[in-house]
Each structure stands twice: as structure tokens, then as C-alpha cells.
């Protein structure tokens, strides 16, 4: 259900936002706002979703070795699949027949970007790296080497923050003739994993939600005869909340206490405030999809086959709304935040109609896909 929210708020937002009208965009809206802060909510969850799915199959097929583990196995190969699909949308042939029809420069600087799915396949990188320190310990349980390292991310990241906004700074006020991207002098593909030209969605910035949502599926799967009781269910919606309204109160005063002990001078923490509240909320919603599951008993349907393929969903929606790969999408060759709300809401829900009907009628064209990645599949299997 989680899977299925998450990609379908995707797909909402992201067409909505490429069709809505510049001159809807205004806060004084209580429509847009609403929009805008369930909008604000799909990364985070699905971020949060695939550590949290990831890491409740991980431990749920624990072998006596890391490598032994068929999860691990999987895993890198997803990473694999994700980097291979996150660099290939990404590629334009519209660029390399203009090259030929008018000699324009191919802008290989777009292909080189730090997008969704490669910062998933780093995420999970993350993961499989902890789970390893983890076997070789063996010392506690699994989520607190988790939730160690999400916070490590965390500080790391508000650490980048802080690095990029003194940069933004200096451009602004014309210390600097160009941005000083990081880690200096590296491949612009390394940098933008960090913090560079086409760094869309940093590793850095996203990894703490996959993180904590491995934590959160570890002691799902830990506690599953629990998981279903209300006392586990009002432990993650009000303990989500608490932890989205605490965010700033929480994060400044581990600053105030870090300053005081003379570890740093400038404070990092408060830069993560966003990032504390929307992992916050989404454990809320993930409280509520448990209790949701309790009372309706949900079966499998074409909801639920939704969240088992979202790849592909990813995949086609960026090649028809942006133009991955063919270079020519509906934005903007159709619309580009030029239109009527209404009109917003239309192309919306059809974008979502069109991948369920995609989905329930997926076998065939996995079938094809199989077919045309039969070495990768044979070596996933091995």
C-alpha cells in the first residue's frame, strides 16, 4: 500500500506540477498549499518506503553468511538495474539528431545527472554497507546500526547544506565568479552525486529517510506478531507527529549542546529541520496505512500491484511528461505550466489511469523486457 501511495502521489505531482499555471503557484491559495505540501511528501515517502520494504525481506532471509543472503544479491542487482535506468532516460536522441541537422552541441552534462533513481540505487548501497558492519559485529540488533548511520547521513548532510548555501551566498554577492561545486575537482558524474551542476536529488540529502524506513522495517519484521496492535499503530502515528512538530525545538537544541561541548562552531542541524519533519509525517502515514490494514483487511488487487511495479512506472512516466531518452516529451512540447487547474487535475488522473491499466496488463511486456535483458536476468538469477 505504502509503494502504491507513494508512486501514485508521483505521478499526481509531478504532472500536476508540469501543467499548473505559474499564476496558480500562490500561497494565499489553501488548494495550492494543501497541493503543495502533499507534494512535499512523495520523495520523503518513497525514500522512506524502499529502505523500509528493503531491509523488512533482508533480515526476513538471513542466512548464515552476507553474500549467502539472496536479498543482498538482489539487492545489488537493483542497484544495478537503477543506475543502468537512472543514466538511460536521461540520454537524448533529440540531441544527437540536431547535432547531425545543425551541427548544435550535444549537452552530455544532462546525462551526467544525479537523479531519483540513482540516488535509490546509493540508498541501498547504504544499506547493504551497514548490514554488512552489522555481520561482521554482530553485536545488538540490526536497527540500531541503522539509525546510527542515518544520523551520521543527517549531520553529513547538513554539513553539504551548510557548504551549499555559503556558496549561494558568495555567488550572490559576487565573491565568486562561478559555484565551487564538491568534493572539488572531481568527475562532474562524482560531484553531482554530492553537490554539483546536474546534482538533482543528492544521495547525501535523501539517504537518512531510507535509512530510518530500513530501522522502521527491521523492527517491523522483528515485531510482526505486534506490528497489527493498536498500541504499535498509536506508537507510529503519534510518535510520526510528535516527531514533525519537535523537528526545530529537537534538532536546535542537539546544536546548542554540540556548541556548548566546543565540537563545532557553526551549527548544522538546524539545516535538516525539513528533512527530521517530513521523515516524521511519513511514519504517520505509514501508522495509518497499518491501522488502515487492520480494519479493512485490504487483498491483493491492482492497488497492490501498483506498488510491486513501480520501475517501470518511473521509467515510461519520465520518457512521455519530460522526454527521457526520445528527447521529446509532453513537457514542454504540449504544456509547460501554462494551464487551467482543471486541465491540471485532467492530464493527472490520466496520467495515473494509464499506468494502472499499463500495470494490469504488465506480463507481456515483462516478458518482452526479459527478453532483451536475458543475460542481466540470468546473471541476477545466478
Not at 58 to 86: A, P, S, Y
Request: with cysteine; hydrophobic share 50%; proline share 3%.
Amino acid at each position: 500500500m505504502a509503494r502504491s501511495l507513494a508512486i501514485l502521489m508521483m505521478l499526481e505531482g509531478h504532472f500536476t506540477g508540469a501543467a499548473l499555471d505559474a499564476s496558480y503557484r500562490d500561497t494565499s491559495y489553501f488548494l495550492y498549499n494543501a497541493w503543495h505540501l502533499f507534494h512535499g511528501l512523495t520523495a520523503p515517502m518513497f525514500f522512506t518506503v524502499t529502505g523500509l520494504i528493503f531491509v523488512y525481506l533482508l533480515i526476513g532471509n538471513e542466512d548464515n553468511g552476507f553474500f549467502e543472503n539472496k536479498r543482498v544479491r538482489k539487492g545489488i542487482h537493483r542497484v544495478g538495474t537503477l543506475f543502468f535506468w537512472g543514466y538511460l532516460i536521461q540520454f537524448s536522441f533529440k540531441s544527437i539528431m540536431l547535432y547531425f541537422k545543425t551541427g548544435r552541441r550535444i549537452e552530455f552534462e544532462e546525462f551526467f545527472g544525479f537523479h531519483v533513481l540513482q540516488s535509490i540505487a546509493m540508498c541501498l548501497l547504504l544499506i547493504i554497507f551497514t548490514y554488512g558492519i552489522f555481520k561482521l559485529i554482530k553485536i545488538g540488533p540490526f536497527y540500531l546500526y541503522l539509525i546510527v548511520m542515518a544520523v551520521v547521513m543527517l549531520i553529513l548532510s547538513g554539513i553539504l547544506r551548510h557548504y551549499h548555501g555559503v556558496d549561494l551566498y558568495l555567488l550572490r554577492n559576487g565573491r565568486v565568479s562561478e559555484p565551487n561545486y564538491w568534493p572539488n575537482n572531481f568527475p562532474i558524474i562524482i560531484q553531482n552525486m554530492f553537490y554539483g551542476p546536474k546534482t538533482v536529488f543528492s544521495f547525501v540529502h535523501t539517504s537518512s529517510y531510507a535509512l530510518a524506513g530500513g530501522a522502521l522495517g527491521a523492527i517491523i519484521r522483528t515485531n510482526q506478531d505486534k506490528v497489527k496492535n493498536y498500541s504499535f499503530i498509536l506508537k507510529c502515528i503519534l510518535g510520526g507527529i510528535g516527531l514533525a512538530l519537535l523537528s526545530f525545538p529537537l534538532l536546535d537544541g542537539i546544536e546548542w549542546f554540540i556548541e556548548r561541548l566546543g565540537i563545532i562552531d557553526d551549527g548544522y542541524f538546524h539545516q535538516n529541520v525539513e528533512t527530521v519533519a517530513r521523515l516524521g509525517q511519513v511514519i504517520a502515514v505509514i501508522g495509518l496505512l497499518i491501522l488502515i490494514e487492520r480494519l479493512f483487511d485490504p487483498k491483493a488487487g491492482l492497488f497492490m500491484k501498483i506498488g510491486q511495479h513501480t520501475l517501470p512506472i518511473y521509467v515510461v512516466h519520465v520518457i512521455v511528461l519530460y522526454g527521457g531518452i526520445t528527447g521529446y516529451g509532453l513537457k514542454p512540447d504540449l504544456f509547460n505550466r501554462n494551464l487551467e487547474p482543471y486541465w491540471a487535475v485532467l492530464i493527472s488522473i490520466t496520467a495515473m489511469l494509464f499506468s494502472a491499466l499499463m500495470v494490469k496488463y504488465i506480463e507481456p511486456l515483462e516478458r518482452i523486457y526479459d527478453r532483451i535483458f536475458r543475460f542481466w536476468k540470468v546473471s541476477k538469477n545466478k
